[in-house]
C-alpha cells in the first residue's frame, strides 16, 4: 500500500483527519457526480448536484461521520475543504472546472427557456 498525505485539524477537542485521496476514491466520486447528473439534470440544479458530491468528498477524504458533517459549523466546513484542496490539488482543480461549466451550461439553458 502507498503512504497517504494527511494534514490533522484540531477545533477544541475534535480532532479531524484529512487525507489525500486514491485513484478508486476519485473514480467512485467522479461515479456518483455522473449518477446525480443522469438523475437530477433540468431538476435541481448545479447546487444540489454539487451538494451530494460535497458530501461524499468530505466523507472521503476525512474520518467524519454524516452527523459530523451535519453538526459542523461553516467556519470548520471552510478550513475542512481547503486542507482537502491543498492535498487534492489536481482533483480539486478538476471539480472547480466541472462546477464552472455545469453553472454555465445551466444559465445557457435557462437563456434559451
Known amino acids: 500500500m502507498f503512504p497517504r498525505k494527511t494534514k490533522m485539524l484540531e477545533f477544541g477537542d475534535k480532532k479531524i483527519e484529512v487525507h489525500d485521496l486514491t485513484v478508486a476514491e476519485v473514480e467512485e466520486i467522479l461515479e456518483l457526480l455522473e449518477k446525480q447528473n443522469q438523475e437530477n439534470i433540468n431538476k435541481d440544479g448545479v447546487a444540489f448536484l454539487f ?36 492535498l487534492n490539488p489536481f482533483f480539486s482543480r478538476a471539480i472547480e472546472e466541472l462546477v464552472e461549466t455545469a453553472k454555465a451550461m445551466q444559465k445557457k439553458m435557462l437563456q434559451t427557456d
Open 51 to 86: 451538494k451530494v458530491v460535497d458530501k461524499k468528498i468530505l466523507k472521503t477524504a476525512t474520518n467524519l461521520t454524516d452527523e459530523d458533517i451535519k453538526q459542523m459549523p461553516e467556519h470548520v466546513a471552510a478550513k475542512v475543504k481547503d486542507a482537502i484542496k491543498e
